[in-house]
């Protein structure tokens, strides 16, 4: 397999003297934040509302006074919705899918060479086309006669630390190649689209001969919230995701709120949240990505995988890879009395208590990064799984989860460059980093970035490789 690519752009973050310090105002209170112009929490609260309305009437108008309808490909995208529990074996899933590709290709691949055998041979006909279907059912048979009895094994609970083995799995893609960023999820995906070419879209101009393309956005998102607090104006991803998008509609539904569910599971913890994961297939994109967020033309489609990040600060070191869901010895209330004894190390006593909390905090990142290895792979498999060929990815759980950036990249750097893992499952991957966050920037750059100087060209393929 080819090794995988790495693509630059012109993705520096901009510097403060081309940046306009932007302000949202509540109880009087100004904040400054880097953006291109003025906005107010007022504004994006209307921004919410505007949206949920339209996706309840399934049309809107745009800038040219065009009504566009959205409700069949909303409906669409609500009624495809796929949740995974928390104990859903991805590993399994993930095998069997590639299992049920490969014996379709192998099947369809042995009816193509009994028909170029037959006219080499100089047959003339005489393997007939109703022979060689024949012998491809008899071959499907006793290949989807192995699927059964793997797919018995699967159901086992000892296989969910079963890893990528199948040598047989088809790859999509020679090789991904990567991109870094400076901009919002839906720019990126928008970017991504229109240099595609993409026929996924509303657009009356789009060549039907082109190849389909799925983009996959990962939404970092509330627990316990649909939407997080999209309504009261905030500026989290999934906030900004809401607002542009009618992914609201998809996750706020009834079927996800359940104490089994998404949204309830997540509730029942004291603590943190599980791993569910929400998949919501091809969903209407309505606005632009900035804060400003202008109705489109035509809207886009994109698929969206929904899951919490990782809670750095809650994150269980007695339950490798899970979060609290009690009072444990190890709670974050427990932990910070730990740290208030870390004092200089200049007698036995302190020096002692000093190693004790140093032994403690790698047993936290451990813990920690088992977690994230967790979620990351699931979040990519429920990519995979509905066909997604190209991906937007934030930095995930850096912000308020105060997860390492470093640690961040690094998880998913091994994971889609493994060929074992997810090596050739994706065309390109973006990481999508906010201008403000400028240390997400530089960590994910050190990472996926071309280590020479970035061409000034939006999208400009530099191939380069990753060692």
């Given at each position: 397999?080819?090794p995988?690519?790495v693509i630059?752009m012109d993705?520096?973050?901009?510097s403060?003297s081309?940046?306009l310090?932007?302000?949202?105002?509540?109880n009087?209170?100004v904040?400054?934040t880097h953006?291109?112009?003025t906005?107010?929490?007022?504004?994006?609260?209307?921004?919410?509302?505007?949206?949920i309305k339209i996706?309840?009437?399934?049309?809107y108008?745009?800038?040219?006074g065009?009504?566009?309808?959205?409700?069949?490909?909303?409906d669409?995208?609500?009624?495809?919705?796929?949740?995974?529990?928390?104990e859903f074996?991805?590993?399994?899933?993930?095998q069997?899918?590639?299992?049920e590709?490969?014996?379709?290709?192998?099947?369809?691949?042995?009816n193509?060479?009994l028909g170029?055998?037959d006219?080499?041979?100089?047959?003339?006909g005489?393997?007939?086309?109703s022979a060689?279907?024949?012998?491809?059912r008899?071959?499907?048979?006793?290949?989807n006669?192995s699927?059964n009895?793997?797919?018995?094994s699967?159901s086992?609970s000892d296989?969910?630390?079963?890893?990528?083995k199948?040598?047989?799995r088809e790859?999509?893609?020679?090789?991904?190649s990567f991109?870094v960023?400076?901009?919002?999820?839906?720019?990126?995906?928008?970017?991504?689209?229109?240099a595609?070419?993409?026929?996924?879209?509303?657009s009356?101009?789009s060549?039907?001969?082109?190849k389909?393309?799925?983009?996959g956005?990962?939404?970092?998102a509330s627990?316990?919230t649909?939407?997080?607090?999209?309504?009261?104006?905030?500026v989290s991803?999934?906030d900004?995701?809401?607002?542009?998008s009618?992914?609201?509609s998809?996750?706020?539904q009834?079927?996800?709120?359940?104490?089994?569910?998404f949204y309830?599971?997540?509730?029942s913890?004291?603590?943190?949240?599980?791993?569910?994961v929400?998949?919501s297939?091809?969903?209407?994109?309505?606005?632009?990505?900035?804060?400003?967020?202008?109705?489109?033309?035509?809207y886009?489609?994109?698929?969206?995988?929904?899951?919490p990040?990782p809670?750095?600060?809650?994150?269980?070191t007695?339950?490798?890879?899970?979060?609290?869901?009690?009072?444990t010895c190890?709670?974050?209330?427990?932990l910070?009395?730990?740290?208030s004894?870390l004092?200089?190390p200049?007698?036995?006593?302190?020096?002692?208590v000093?190693?004790?909390?140093?032994?403690?905090?790698?047993?936290?990142?451990r813990?920690l990064?088992?977690?994230?290895?967790?979620r990351?792979?699931?979040?990519l498999?429920?990519?995979a799984?509905?066909n997604?060929?190209d991906?937007?990815?934030?930095?995930?759980?850096?912000?308020?989860?105060?997860?390492?950036p470093?640690?961040?990249?690094?998880v998913f750097?091994e994971?889609?460059?493994?060929?074992n893992q997810?090596g050739?499952?994706?065309?390109?991957?973006?990481?999508?980093?906010p201008p403000?966050?400028?240390?997400?920037y530089?960590?994910f750059a050190?990472y996926f970035?071309?280590?020479?100087?970035?061409?000034?060209a939006?999208f400009q393929r530099?191939?380069?490789?990753v060692?």
């Open positions: 397999m080819a995988a690519a630059s993705v520096s973050p901009p403060p081309s940046s310090n932007s302000t949202s105002s509540s009087d209170n904040r400054h953006t291109h112009l906005y107010s929490r007022h504004h994006l609260v209307g921004t919410a509302m505007e949206t996706a309840e009437n399934g049309q108008i745009n800038l040219n065009t009504k566009v309808e959205v409700k069949n490909d909303l669409y995208a609500m009624e495809n919705c796929v949740h995974y529990d928390h074996d991805f590993y399994a899933a993930m069997l899918y590639d299992m590709n490969s014996c379709e290709n192998t099947a369809n691949g042995v193509n060479q170029t055998l006219e080499a041979e100089g047959g003339g005489v393997l007939s086309a060689r279907r024949k012998s491809s008899r071959l499907k048979g006793g290949l006669k699927m009895s793997i797919r018995k699967l086992s296989l969910l630390k079963f890893s990528f199948s040598s047989s790859k999509l893609f020679s090789r991904t991109l960023v400076s901009a919002s999820w839906l720019e990126a995906a928008s970017e991504l689209l229109n595609s070419s993409n026929p996924n879209s509303n009356n101009n060549n039907p001969n082109k389909i393309i799925r983009v956005v990962l939404n970092s627990g316990t649909p939407g997080g607090r999209f309504l009261n104006g905030t991803q999934e900004c995701l809401c607002r542009a009618l992914l609201y998809c996750i706020s009834p079927k996800f709120q359940s104490d089994c569910s309830g599971k997540n509730r913890f004291r603590y943190g949240t599980s791993n569910c929400i998949f297939p091809d969903v209407p994109v309505i606005r632009k990505g900035d804060v400003e967020g202008k109705l489109l033309d035509n886009e489609k994109v698929s969206f995988v929904t899951i990040a809670n750095a600060f809650t994150t269980s007695t339950n490798p890879g899970k979060e609290y869901t009690s009072e190890d709670s974050p209330s427990t910070q009395r730990s740290a004894f004092v200089t200049d007698n036995p006593l302190e020096s002692s000093a190693e004790d909390f140093d032994q403690k905090f790698e047993v936290k990142r813990a990064l088992s977690s994230l290895s967790d990351i792979h699931r979040a498999s429920a990519f799984l509905g997604c060929t991906l937007i990815l934030p930095a995930f759980g850096c912000g308020v989860h105060g997860n390492d470093a640690m961040v990249a690094g750097r994971m889609l460059t493994d060929p997810f050739g499952r994706f065309r390109t991957v973006v990481f999508a980093i403000s966050r400028k240390h997400n530089k960590e050190a970035q071309k280590k020479e100087r970035a061409e000034k939006r530099a191939h380069t490789t060692g």
